[in-house]
């Protein structure tokens, strides 16, 4: 009987350890997550999209469609007290049907507005993430919801056809955990 009280005492010690490193490590992560997919509209970290160019698929990609005249779509972060230096990084998985034509599509974090081309990413045909660092960039705010600003947008520009399909956005200082 005590020998088995030991094994016993000792199996709840190490469950007991597992369980503070599994949760120690599954919320010490310092990202904020404003989609892994776009299901719906307002989940995850995001309110939107908005505006006349998206979809959004059942596999939780939204696609932004360049061919609409005057073609703009944004979404706003849930996390409205962000500062420009809570976050260096952002990671976003996207692809195009049509490379070429997508990088004249303007793409906007917090106040840096540029084509994509000037983003240095080359798009592809294929789902591809690509690590930006907002703050070489010189990102020196977030969106305000509150005066039409928003934190993430996509403009036609100069763009004809393309469509943008975007899987996941993730802000981080952890670049590394992304390569």
């Known amino acids: 009987m005590k020998g088995g009280l030991v094994k016993m005492k ?4 190490i469950s007991f350890l597992v369980l503070i490193l599994i ?4 919320f010490s992560s310092d990202d904020f997550v404003v989609a892994t997919k776009f299901s719906a509209p307002n989940e995850e970290g995001y ?9 959004l698929e059942k596999n939780g990609i939204l696609v932004f469609d360049s061919s609409i005249p005057n073609a703009w779509m944004t979404l706003n972060f849930k996390d409205d007290f962000m500062e420009p230096e809570d976050y260096k990084y952002v990671v976003i998985t996207m692809k195009t049907d049509d490379p070429e034509d997508a990088q004249n599509i303007v793409m906007t ?9 000037d983003w240095k990413i080359k798009l592809n045909k294929e789902f591809t993430t690509y690590i930006i660092d907002l703050h070489a960039l010189g990102l020196t705010k977030w ?3 509150t005066k ?22 993730i802000l981080t200082n952890d670049k590394e955990a992304f390569e």
Do not use: M
């Open 148 to 169: 039409a600003e928003p934190d993430f947008a996509l403009n036609k520009a100069t763009a004809n056809k393309a469509k943008l399909f975007v899987q996941s956005i």
């Open 109 to 117: 974090f917090g106040d840096i507005k540029k084509p994509i081309k």
């Open 143 to 145: 969106g305000d919801g």
């Open 10 to 13: 000792k199996y709840f010690l």
């Open 47 to 55: 309110w939107g999209p908005y505006g006349p160019a998206f979809t």
């Open 23 to 26: 949760l120690t490590f599954t």
